[in-house]
Nanobody
Framework: QVQLVESGGGLVQAGGALRLSCVAS????????MGWFRQGPGKEREFVAA?????????YYADSVKDRFTISSASAKNTVYLQMNSLKPEDTAVYYC??????????????????WGQGTQVTVSS
């Protein structure tokens, strides 16, 4: 089984930056890709970013974070990062990393992922 542990969350002022990390342990082979999702207060969990491994790596972003967030990976460390710049109060949420279960299903769909971390809180003050 794969386990995912996120870190790097915290409190930051609007306009600031944070870098989230997600370390995978256990059986990490057959890794089709990783994603970041978030769930804000009173909101449903939503897609943030994904990195899909298919003949290299391709990244995808939600429109709300495009040009501000960057997803990257360090395969040798079994780690995925989410660099978040120009943070806004509406970015406040618990952020989760997740492992994609296969090449099927859309990268932005939560059901495309079968292993989730425990989440890390990001709070952006105005």
């Amino acid at each position: 089984q794969v386990q995912l542990v996120e870190s790097g969350g915290g409190l930051v002022q609007a306009g600031g930056a944070l870098r989230l990390s997600c370390v995978a342990s256990g059986r990490t082979f057959n890794n089709y890709g990783m994603g970041w999702f978030r769930q804000g207060p009173g909101k449903e969990r939503e897609f943030v970013a994904a990195i899909i491994r298919w003949s290299g790596e391709t990244t995808y972003y939600a429109d709300s974070v495009k040009d501000r967030f960057t997803i990257s990976s360090a395969s040798a460390k079994n780690t995925v990062y989410l660099q978040m710049n120009s943070l806004k109060p509406e970015d406040t949420a618990v952020y989760y990393c997740a492992k994609k279960r296969s090449y099927s299903d859309s990268y932005y769909a939560y059901y495309a992922y079968d292993v989730w971390g425990q989440g890390t809180q990001v709070t952006v003050s105005s």
